[in-house]
């Protein structure tokens, strides 16, 4: 099987997988930025924002984590495609459209999908915070804004690490998904490889090992990034 492995790598397959963990943490990287922004913009909202607007961001959790991931993405791709395509004939983007589409709509399937997790993972940091550090601060005249830099953001995103880590997993996962729209990432690549070279086992023990060494290593930055943020806290904690 390594003999296998090697060869298929050799014959230029090895570049497309490059290709493919590129684009996969790409779409990833870009997707939870999306998914944090959402995630706490949503959590302030469930935490001190109007009634109605508090049902709004219910109704988005409940409505994205009920459905399917692969169904988020074939109605935002099938229910974009059309408009894009117009748009990009107007404007003479046809080769744009062709390369970029497919990943815009992976962007925003894992940004919508991570951020409806995000919202409770932020809005359970944010609820971990004693709430006598902001009455303290209060009395003493600090700024809000201060209080934000000072107390509620460093805070919060420490509370925060261990769930946005899992929301991290879960949609590096997810980007396989979006293969199916036409995106090709590391799940694409090796089914790509498997119908030309006929190796369709080594193609995905190869992509397993990429999805792993990713998942690894992103496991041991959060772990570093828990420790550098938590630096005075866990005593608190």
Known sequence: MLDTIFNVLREGWGWMFLRGVMMTLVISILGMALGVVIG???????????RWLRGLVSLYTT??????????????????VQAASDLADLMRWEDAMTSWFPAL?????????????SVE???????????????AAKAIGMPAWMRLKRIILPQMFWYALPGANNVWQTALKDTALISLVGLVEIMRAATLGAANTREPLAMYLIAGVLYFLIGALSQALFVLAERYTGKGMRARA
């Open 40 to 50: 706490i913009t949503g959590a302030s909202i469930k935490t001190t924002g109007p």
């Open 63 to 80: 409505v994205v984590r009920s459905i399917p991931e692969l169904l988020i993405i074939y109605l935002l791709f099938f229910g974009s």
């Open 105 to 117: 709509v992976g962007v925003l399937a894992i940004g919508l999908i991570a951020g409806s997790y």
């Open 121 to 135: 993972v932020f809005r359970g940091a944010l609820q971990a915070i004693p709430e006598g550090q902001i009455e």
